[in-house]
């Protein structure tokens, strides 16, 4: 399957990519080339979800997340080409181009 291009695409369709706040937050932690693991952005976004620290989560809270993140968020960014996610390393990473990243952090910026 062809990756999208986010810079060729509508307004409306980078709105609804950054609609989601578990996406925005992956945009914003992410950062080229410095591969995250799945299970720690669970829990990151778990605990920012409930004003709480990463220790506090509950792990049947962070494997909820941790779901949500694998079958739809990620699948959604690694679609237009944003990040790629390894299931058999648990790793994420950001892949997006310079302009893409400036195009998202534009829009990151008038939508927060």
Same mark, same amino acid.
């Given at each position: 399957?062809?990756?999208?291009?986010?810079?060729?695409?509508?307004?409306? =369709?980078?709105?609804?990519?950054?609609?989601?706040? *578990?996406?925005?937050?992956?945009?914003?932690?992410? *950062?080229? %080339?410095?591969?995250? =693991?799945?299970?720690?952005?669970?829990?990151?976004?778990?605990?920012?979800?409930?004003?709480?620290? +990463?220790?506090?989560?509950?792990? /049947?809270?962070?494997?909820? +997340?941790?779901?949500?993140?694998? *079958?739809? *968020?990620?699948?959604?960014?690694?679609?237009? %080409?944003?990040?790629?996610?390894? /299931?058999? =390393?648990?790793?994420?990473?950001?892949?997006?181009?310079?302009? =893409?990243?400036?195009?998202?952090?534009?829009?990151?910026?008038?939508?927060?």
């Amino acid at each position: 399957m062809s990756r999208r291009d986010v810079t060729e695409s509508s307004p409306r =369709t980078v709105w609804r990519l950054l609609a989601d706040p *578990h996406r925005r937050y992956l945009l914003e932690r992410l *950062h080229p %080339g410095e591969p995250v =693991t799945l299970s720690s952005l669970a829990a990151e976004i778990a605990a920012r979800d409930r004003g709480e620290p +990463v220790e506090a989560v509950d792990p /049947p809270r962070r494997r909820r +997340v941790e779901i949500a993140l694998a *079958h739809n *968020h990620l699948p959604r960014l690694a679609d237009w %080409g944003v990040v790629a996610y390894d /299931p058999s =390393t648990n790793q994420v990473v950001l892949t997006a181009d310079r302009e =893409t990243r400036r195009l998202l952090e534009a829009s990151l910026r008038w939508i927060c």
